[in-house]
Every structure is written in structure tokens, then in C-alpha cells.
């Protein structure tokens, strides 16, 4: 009797350990996602500020796309930076904005394909 009241004691003393330690990683994912949401809205705000910043300083500048887990709208890392592809003559220059930036942005150049590349034309 003495090892099965023993054991039903460990089963409620692991029972306990592993709801404790659930609520624990429920409450830190949350907390993980609040700062997710918080540091996708800073990133939003800071896309903005950085499309004025690269048309004030290339006004002919082509394109501009954001890709990457932030465009899918799916960061799973409160960590995640900003991914920027621009098509303009002054890339230099806008790097050097991009680089300057609470969040991290990656910045990458757009390769055009000669005109007659693209036509199909060999």
C-alpha cells in the first residue's frame, strides 16, 4: 500500500510540474507574440519612413519591394529584420539609409536583364 501511495504522490507532484511548465511556455509564447506585433508595427511605421527617405534621395528610383517573412506577414522571431529589394541607379546610397535603421534592414540590388535578354531575343 506504502508504494502505491508513494507513487500516486509522484504522479501528482509530476502532474503538477508539467501544468506549471505549460503555463509557463503559454504565457512566454504570448509574450513572444506581443513582441512580434509590436515589432511589426515599428517595422511598418519605419517602411514608410525609409520609402520617403529612398525617394527623396533617388526620385527616379524604379522599385522598391519588401519580401522575406515580414511581407508574408509570418515573422516567428521577435528578431526579425526587413527585407528590401530596390531597382535604382543610386543602390549606394540608399544602402547606406537602409543601414541606419533601429530595425535591421537587408537591402538588395535588382539585377535588370538587357533588354534583349528579356525579349527572348539570343
Do not use: C
Amino acid at each position: 500500500m506504502a508504494d502505491q501511495s508513494l507513487s500516486s504522490r509522484r504522479d501528482a507532484e509530476l502532474k503538477a510540474m508539467g501544468r506549471a511548465f505549460a503555463r509557463r511556455a503559454r504565457r512566454a509564447a504570448a509574450e513572444r507574440d506581443r513582441h512580434i506585433a509590436a515589432r511589426q508595427e515599428a517595422a511598418r511605421v519605419q517602411i514608410e519612413d525609409l520609402v520617403r527617405r529612398f525617394r527623396s534621395e533617388d526620385p527616379h528610383i524604379r522599385r522598391i519591394i519588401l519580401f522575406g517573412s515580414l511581407a508574408a506577414g509570418t515573422p516567428r522571431n521577435p528578431h526579425f529584420d526587413i527585407d528590401l529589394a530596390v531597382d535604382s541607379d543610386r543602390y549606394w546610397e540608399l544602402l547606406g539609409i537602409a543601414l541606419d535603421q533601429p530595425i535591421p534592414v537587408d537591402t538588395v540590388a535588382m539585377i535588370r536583364a538587357r533588354e534583349e535578354e528579356s525579349s527572348g531575343d539570343t
